[in-house]
Nanobody, 115 residues
Protein backbone atom coordinates (compact mmCIF):
# COMPACT_ATOMS: atom_id res chain seq x y z
CA UNK A 1 0.00 0.00 0.00
CA UNK A 2 1.46 3.33 -1.09
CA UNK A 3 1.66 5.94 1.65
CA UNK A 4 3.11 9.41 1.92
CA UNK A 5 2.82 10.92 5.37
CA UNK A 6 3.74 14.54 5.94
CA UNK A 7 4.64 15.91 9.33
CA UNK A 8 6.31 18.93 10.88
CA UNK A 9 3.72 21.60 10.21
CA UNK A 10 2.47 23.98 12.83
CA UNK A 11 2.16 27.57 13.95
CA UNK A 12 5.24 29.77 13.72
CA UNK A 13 5.92 33.49 13.88
CA UNK A 14 7.14 35.53 10.93
CA UNK A 15 10.84 34.92 10.44
CA UNK A 16 10.72 31.50 12.05
CA UNK A 17 11.60 28.11 10.64
CA UNK A 18 9.95 24.74 10.20
CA UNK A 19 11.14 21.46 8.76
CA UNK A 20 8.57 19.33 7.01
CA UNK A 21 9.06 15.61 6.51
CA UNK A 22 7.42 13.24 4.05
CA UNK A 23 7.76 9.58 4.97
CA UNK A 24 7.17 7.20 2.08
CA UNK A 25 6.26 3.53 2.01
CA UNK A 26 4.82 0.99 -0.39
CA UNK A 27 6.93 1.90 -3.42
CA UNK A 28 10.58 2.22 -4.42
CA UNK A 29 11.20 5.70 -3.09
CA UNK A 30 14.63 6.12 -4.67
CA UNK A 31 13.15 5.85 -8.17
CA UNK A 32 10.68 8.67 -7.72
CA UNK A 33 11.16 12.40 -8.04
CA UNK A 34 9.70 14.22 -5.07
CA UNK A 35 7.97 17.56 -4.89
CA UNK A 36 6.40 19.79 -2.28
CA UNK A 37 3.26 21.70 -3.14
CA UNK A 38 1.14 24.05 -1.10
CA UNK A 39 -2.41 25.28 -1.20
CA UNK A 40 -3.55 28.40 0.57
CA UNK A 41 -7.25 29.03 1.28
CA UNK A 42 -9.05 30.10 -1.88
CA UNK A 43 -6.01 29.53 -4.05
CA UNK A 44 -4.85 26.82 -6.41
CA UNK A 45 -2.27 24.28 -5.38
CA UNK A 46 1.19 25.45 -6.41
CA UNK A 47 4.56 23.79 -6.78
CA UNK A 48 7.03 24.88 -4.11
CA UNK A 49 10.08 22.71 -4.67
CA UNK A 50 11.20 19.65 -6.62
CA UNK A 51 14.05 17.18 -6.29
CA UNK A 52 15.11 14.44 -8.67
CA UNK A 53 15.16 10.79 -7.66
CA UNK A 54 18.86 10.72 -6.76
CA UNK A 55 18.76 14.21 -5.29
CA UNK A 56 21.15 15.64 -7.84
CA UNK A 57 18.92 18.44 -9.02
CA UNK A 58 16.48 20.75 -7.30
CA UNK A 59 14.32 23.66 -8.31
CA UNK A 60 12.12 26.11 -6.48
CA UNK A 61 9.28 28.51 -6.95
CA UNK A 62 10.56 32.07 -7.16
CA UNK A 63 8.62 32.95 -4.02
CA UNK A 64 10.66 30.56 -1.86
CA UNK A 65 14.11 30.66 -3.46
CA UNK A 66 16.80 31.33 -0.92
CA UNK A 67 14.47 30.52 1.99
CA UNK A 68 13.37 26.91 1.44
CA UNK A 69 15.52 23.86 0.84
CA UNK A 70 14.27 20.50 -0.41
CA UNK A 71 16.26 17.37 0.32
CA UNK A 72 15.82 13.63 0.56
CA UNK A 73 17.27 10.63 2.30
CA UNK A 74 16.73 7.60 0.10
CA UNK A 75 18.01 5.26 2.81
CA UNK A 76 15.23 6.54 5.09
CA UNK A 77 12.58 6.86 2.36
CA UNK A 78 11.97 10.42 3.45
CA UNK A 79 11.86 13.81 1.77
CA UNK A 80 12.24 17.09 3.62
CA UNK A 81 11.44 20.74 3.18
CA UNK A 82 13.43 23.11 5.35
CA UNK A 83 11.62 26.43 5.52
CA UNK A 84 13.41 29.46 6.89
CA UNK A 85 12.50 33.14 7.11
CA UNK A 86 8.84 32.25 6.98
CA UNK A 87 6.32 34.87 5.94
CA UNK A 88 2.55 35.06 6.47
CA UNK A 89 2.08 34.39 2.76
CA UNK A 90 3.67 30.98 3.28
CA UNK A 91 0.58 29.95 5.25
CA UNK A 92 -0.93 26.94 3.49
CA UNK A 93 -1.43 23.22 3.59
CA UNK A 94 1.77 21.61 2.34
CA UNK A 95 1.67 18.37 0.39
CA UNK A 96 4.39 16.07 -0.82
CA UNK A 97 4.13 14.25 -4.12
CA UNK A 98 6.05 11.32 -5.54
CA UNK A 99 6.23 11.06 -9.30
CA UNK A 100 7.49 8.47 -11.70
CA UNK A 101 4.87 6.76 -13.86
CA UNK A 102 2.17 7.76 -11.40
CA UNK A 103 1.65 10.57 -8.95
CA UNK A 104 1.28 9.74 -5.28
CA UNK A 105 0.14 12.41 -2.85
CA UNK A 106 0.26 12.77 0.89
CA UNK A 107 -2.59 14.07 3.02
CA UNK A 108 -0.96 17.41 3.77
CA UNK A 109 0.31 19.25 6.82
CA UNK A 110 -0.85 22.71 7.86
CA UNK A 111 1.62 25.57 8.17
CA UNK A 112 0.46 28.82 9.71
CA UNK A 113 2.78 31.81 9.87
CA UNK A 114 1.57 34.55 12.16
CA UNK A 115 2.46 38.18 11.60
Amino acid sequence: QVQLVESGGGLVQTGGSLRLSCAASGFTFSRYAMSWYRQAPGKERELVAHITSAGGSTNYADSVKGRFTISRDNAQNTAYLQMNSLKPEDTAVYYCKAKRFYDYWGQGTQVIVSS
